[in-house]
């Protein structure tokens, strides 16, 4: 079983978003099967599912926050941790891992001080490791945000983080 990183970073939500939260989750517990759409709809509200935010969710579907928790980790379309302006996301499927991308991790995570999973304390980079992307023809693949970066190298870390700045 992979062990669950959590970013210590402060929640910031804001009295609007609680609102806006706790209108849409009203509607959506007439639901049958309410627990995905809420923490669909959570997630779109906040850009993740802090423990704030499940116990939210917990306390207007009448939920214990163990089932939300359950939910939000088990299914990859969630994250409990803030998600940066710029994502980088590091492919290690096996055609991308073979030729070099563990490597290629490595030095963003020394580079940025981040560990994947993790956020920059300002809010603008998250290091995420991945699977295929399907560009295996361009292992090792990288994406910030929705830009591919093939046959990426060790050397070409500094460079791709210094455009995305």
Known sequence: MSKIKLTKVAFNGTAEQEKQLRDK???????????????QTAQGIYGYLPIEVQDIVAEELGLRQEEVFGVATFYSQFTLNPQGKKQISVCLGTACYVKGSGEVLEKFKTTLGLDAGECSADGYFSLLATRCVGCCGLAPVLTVNDKVYGKVTVSDVEKIIAENR
């Open 25 to 39: 989750l009203a509607e959506i517990k007439k639901m049958d099967g309410a627990l995905m759409p809420a923490l």
